[in-house]
């Protein structure tokens, strides 16, 4: 028991070091690929691979990280609960936007997956690819993906949807708040949701709220499509 205690204190300290120097990196470099989250994962991996630990041991002993990190989507519902109203009336057009968006998100993993002959391993990693982090984990773990390398994917996703996102949308004349948040949220969750927010307080509601509808709609689909998936591949003879 203590020493679980101790091992859960000093991921806490591995994580906040790691994230501070990536803080510090990309604000003296600027680049966009030197992310704060991204360089903070790649260290946190350096640590482990270092010192030959297993990265399981960091998984098991970061319970604190973790429900912080479920707090911290959680807490958009404040947002959304400010915005209520608004987007109420505009319910079942989010609704059928984001399921959309969920299963585009599927299809695509899929589409490009399976003729560059990845197997299904390496499908179940990526296909949550367009849902926060907790909720991809869980996916990925559930059906034989590699949670670390899902993780990584959708951190990544999560920056490039957040730096080409209000490019893209800016070219298609979208400028609707609530359209814009949506976008940002469903296609790169909560770094995009956390962009949106500098745009006003509608647009990280928006955005919120897509990262729970994505959520909930990719926790529905993946178990209806990966079934389908081991067919193509068995087909095509992958």
């Known amino acids: 028991m203590k020493s679980a205690i101790i091992l859960e204190v000093l991921f806490i300290v591995l994580t906040l070091a790691a994230y501070l120097a990536g803080r510090f990196i990309y604000k003296r470099t600027g680049f966009v690929w030197l992310h704060s989250v991204v360089v903070a994962t790649l260290l946190v991996i350096l640590f482990f691979s270092l010192t030959k630990l297993d990265l399981k041991l960091y998984e098991q002993n970061t319970r604190v990280i973790k429900y912080l ?27 059928l936007a984001n399921f959309a968006g969920s299963l585009s998100a599927i299809i695509c993993v899929a589409a490009v997956a399976i003729p560059l002959g990845a197997d299904m391993e390496l499908i179940t990693t990526i296909l949550p690819k367009s849902v926060t982090t ?24 999560g920056i490039f949807g957040a730096i080409t996102g209000p490019w893209i949308l800016r070219k298609a004349g979208i400028k609707a708040p609530l359209s814009y948040g949506l976008s940002l949220g469903a296609a790169a969750h909560g770094i995009g949701t956390a962009k949106a927010l500098e745009a006003g307080v509608l647009q990280g509601a928006a955005g919120g709220l897509a990262i729970a509808l994505m959520g909930l709609f990719t926790s529905f689909l993946i178990p209806l499509a990966i079934p389908l998936i081991k067919i193509i591949i068995f087909k095509t003879g992958g």
Do not use: C, D
């Not at 479920?70 to 989010?94: C, D, M, P, Q, T």
């Not at 991809?136 to 590699?146: F, H, L, P, T």
């Open 69 to 95: 990190l479920n707090l911290s989507v959680v807490a958009f519902g404040y947002l959304l609960h400010k915005n209520y109203e608004f987007i109420k009336k505009r319910g079942w057009a989010i609704i």
């Open 134 to 157: 907790p909720i991809a984990i869980v996916i990925s773990e559930q059906y034989g993906g590699v949670i670390y390398f899902t993780a990584v994917i959708v951190i990544l996703s």
